[in-house]
T-cell receptor
C-alpha cells in the first residue's frame, strides 16, 4: 500500500540557519513526490516535485529536495531559513505504476517555525 | 486569472441543514478535487473529477455529493450536515497532462462549522 510519513510534527530553526523537513514514502513502483506549503489561513501552494531525472530538485522560494531511492526519502531543504518560511509543509506521493489509481497520498504535515 | 475560487469563506450550519460549497477555476483544468483538512488528519480526499460529467469517490465520500456539469465548476453538496463535517474544505484543480497532473492549484478554503 502507498504511504507517506512526515516524522516530525514541528521543526524549529533560527533565522539564517539551514532547515530540513523530512519525508519518507512507500510505494510499490516508482514514486512521484511533491512538496506543498500552507501559510496560515491560506490554501496549499505547490513548491516542487520529483518525477524523474536529477535527484536534486529545486523549487520555489529557494527550497530544494533530494530524492533518495535507497532510503525512500524526499527531504525538503533550504540553506538559510527566513521568518517568512514559517508555515505548514506537506509531502505527497503517488505511485507512477498505480494504473488508474492516480490519487495523491498526503503526509500529515510538519509545522515549521523560524525564530528571529 | 483568478485561479481557483471558493465560496463562502466561512459558514455555520445547524445539524441536518444542507448546503453547497462552490468551487470554480478559470485555468481550463480537467482535474478537480475536494479535500477536507482536520487537525492531525492531514488532507483527505472527498470526491474528484477527471472531466466534465465524470466524478468519483475519494477516501471520505459519505455525506457529500458532487457534480461536474462544466469544466469550470465543481460544487460540493452536504446533504444533511453533521458535527463530524466541521472542517476546512479545499478545492483543487490540475491539468490532465502527464507529469503535470499532480501539480494541484488550491483554492483559499471554506471553514465550515456544524453545530
Amino acid at each position: 500500500a502507498q504511504s507517506v510519513a512526515q516524522p516530525e510534527d514541528q521543526v524549529n530553526v533560527a533565522e539564517g540557519n539551514p532547515l530540513t523537513v523530512k519525508c519518507t514514502y512507500s510505494v510499490s513502483g516508482n514514486p512521484y513526490l511533491f512538496w506543498y506549503v500552507q501559510y496560515p489561513n491560506r490554501g496549499l501552494q505547490f513548491l516542487l516535485k520529483y518525477i524523474t531525472g536529477d535527484n536534486l530538485v529545486k523549487g520555489s522560494y529557494g527550497f530544494e529536495a533530494e530524492f533518495n531511492k535507497s532510503q525512500t526519502s524526499f527531504h525538503l531543504k533550504k540553506p538559510s531559513a527566513l521568518v517568512s518560511d514559517s508555515a505548514l509543509y506537506f509531502c505527497a506521493v503517488r505511485d507512477s505504476n498505480a494504473g488508474n489509481n492516480r490519487k495523491l497520498i498526503w503526509g500529515l504535515g510538519t509545522s515549521l517555525a523560524v525564530n528571529p | 486569472n483568478a485561479g481557483v475560487t471558493q465560496t463562502p469563506k466561512f459558514q455555520v450550519l445547524k445539524t441536518g441543514q444542507s448546503m453547497t460549497l462552490q468551487c470554480a477555476q478559470d485555468m481550463n483544468h480537467e482535474y478537480m478535487s475536494w479535500y477536507r483538512q482536520d487537525p492531525g488528519m492531514g488532507l483527505r480526499l472527498i470526491h474528484y473529477s477527471v472531466g466534465a460529467g465524470i466524478t468519483d469517490q475519494g477516501e471520505v465520500p459519505n455525506g457529500y455529493n458532487v457534480s461536474r456539469s462544466t469544466t469550470e465548476d465543481f460544487p460540493l453538496r452536504l446533504l444533511s450536515a453533521a458535527p463530524s463535517q466541521t472542517s476546512v474544505y479545499f478545492c483543487a484543480s490540475s491539468t490532465g497532462l502527464a507529469g503535470s497532473r499532480d501539480t494541484q492549484y488550491f483554492g483559499p478554503g471554506t471553514r465550515l462549522t456544524v453545530l
